[in-house]
């Protein structure tokens, strides 16, 4: 199915697998979004889950954008698994782009907010929201490519 | 990226008439904003009961646009939606702001 520039392949109706590709782009992220929350609709999450989830799949993919992909690099692949489990839901994201500095995702500590008013940041805020809202935050190195692994869980 | 202004008394209102402050639309948002309060109202009150949802790049748009209206002059945020809310009381954003549940909260809380 070709909707908005994002493929979404989904078997049953009810908790199978979402598979969603993007080319890396700003707009292609927000509609991979919009295409992921539609595919959980049979899951009748709640506001706050969408929140949490939707915050943290944007974080994950700004971040392939601005650094996998660089302004200057061609753009390349994005995808996106979604997986429902007993406690959550289980996310792989995978591109083709350059690798995490050092081989490892940031720590994603809290922005120090006890500094002078010009000095109040204006980033870094996005690792520590993956970190703090996901589970076992996983970062692979793959044949080339990188590969994001981490859990939600539900309330329900 | 739409924004309205209108003033009242000192205060200027500024309401974002947009779903999303997203990566997408980050720089917009700040070039906007900077236009927006470029006036010089003493504070400003950002609407953002529009909003469903921001992202970290939003959330620096929202702070470089309070850093370039200067330390004398105050950005106070009003209507904030739940997923909005989530990222500045997680980031402890709302520390830094004056954040107020509706704008007509954020208009009595200041006026004079």
Partial sequence: ?156 | MELKSQQNGTMQIVSVHSARIDAAVAIEFKDAMRQATDSGSPIVILDLSEVDFIDSSGLGAIVASMKHMGRDRSLVLAGLTPTVDKVFRLTRMDSVFGVFPTLQNALDAHAA
Avoid at chain 1, 2 to 27: C, L, W
């Fill in chain 1, 1 to 156: 199915m070709q909707h908005n520039g994002a493929q979404i392949v989904q078997g049953q109706p009810k908790a199978t697998d979402v598979h969603i590709s993007i080319t890396s782009g700003e707009y292609a992220v927000r509609d991979a979004l919009s295409d992921l929350l539609e595919a959980l609709r049979p899951l009748m999450l709640d506001v706050e889950e969408k929140g949490t989830i939707e915050l943290v799949l944007a974080e994950a993919m700004n971040n392939i954008v601005e650094h996998a992909y660089p302004p200057g690099d061609q753009p390349g692949p994005i995808s996106l698994t979604c997986t429902p489990e007993a406690d959550g839901l289980r996310f792989l994201i995978k591109d083709t782009g350059r690798p995490m500095p050092n081989g490892v995702t940031p720590i994603g500590l809290p922005v120090d907010l006890n500094v002078d008013f010009n000095d109040l940041p204006e980033g870094g805020f996005g690792w520590f929201l993956i970190k703090d809202l996901a589970k076992d935050v996983v970062y692979h190195r793959v044949d080339e490519a990188n590969q994001l692994t981490f859990r939600l869980s539900l309330a329900s």
